[in-house]
């Protein structure tokens, strides 16, 4: 079992900057592929951002070029800097794993851009 926990989340103006962890707890081992997504009210959750256990990241169109992700391959935490954030980046941010076919989520942080 693997344990997600994201924080970092809050209420940030437009232009601005943020970071967001996800901390993985249980068995880590074996953890492959991690990524962030997003659910905006009313909306789909969406795919922002990939990093396979080989290191290789892939984007969301939408956040290409301001959002990059990262992780400590130590401990699998994986992080989401986010820069020149816009409105239309308001939304529940959730983390995920796979491991050996099983998907973990964690329980997502909020994260609205507004002035």
């Known amino acids: 079992q693997v344990q997600l926990v994201e924080s970092g989340g809050g209420l940030v103006q437009p232009g601005g900057s943020l970071t967001l962890s996800c901390a993985a707890s249980?068995?880590?081992?074996?953890?492959?592929?991690q990524r962030w997504y997003r659910q905006a009210p009313g909306k789909q959750r969406e795919l922002v951002a990939t990093?396979?256990?080989?290191?290789?990241?892939n984007y969301a169109n939408s956040v290409k070029g301001r959002f990059t992700i990262s992780r400590n391959t130590g401990n699998m935490t994986v992080y989401l800097q986010m820069t020149k954030l816009i409105p239309e980046d308001t939304a529940v941010y959730y983390c995920?794993?796979?491991?050996?076919?099983?998907?973990?989520w964690g329980q997502g942080t909020q994260v609205t851009v507004s002035s």
């Open positions: 990093i396979t256990n080989f290191g290789s990241t």
């Open positions: 995920y794993a796979a491991r050996y076919g099983y998907d973990y």
């Open positions: 249980g068995i880590i081992s074996g953890i492959n592929t």
